[in-house]
């Protein structure tokens, strides 16, 4: 499956952004998708994940009350909801879908990865 990752930006501290990601071939449905983002000089991190049924979501620390995520079966489309956004969440976000219907959060328990979406911060 591919899967492409949009919506990123410039936003300042406080500010939202949400981000998508889609797959222009194979339906999502039968995957369960992530978000993990990569700053510079660091390794990539998990962010969100969510069942493939929609029915659990589970987040990283960094993130947890101010980051949603949830997925639009008609549109074929998962995407992260950002708010309260800090300068350190400054960093490249990518999608990844997992042949599984269980949620995973590292990265060897997905299977197809988008190209990422950068998303800068600014204090």
């Known amino acids: 499956v591919q899967l492409q990752a949009s919506g990123g930006g410039l936003v300042q501290a406080g500010g939202s952004l949400r981000l998508s990601c889609a797959s222009s071939g194979r339906t ?9 983002r990569q700053a510079p000089g ?16 589970y987040f990283g620390d960094s993130v947890k009350g101010r980051f ?3 997925r639009d079966k008609a549109k074929n489309t998962v995407y992260l909801q950002m708010n309260s ?7 490249v976000y990518y999608c990844a879908a997992r042949v599984s219907i269980s949620m995973g ?13 950068l998303v800068t911060v600014s204090s």
């Open 85 to 91: 956004l800090k300068p350190e969440d400054t960093a």
């Open 42 to 57: 660091k390794e990539r991190e998990f962010v969100a994940a969510i069942s493939r049924t929609g029915g659990s979501t």
């Open 68 to 70: 949603t995520i949830s």
């Open 105 to 117: 959060t590292k990265r060897n328990e997905y299977d197809y990865w988008g190209q990422g979406t």
């Open 28 to 36: 999502l449905r039968t995957y369960g998708m992530g978000w993990f």
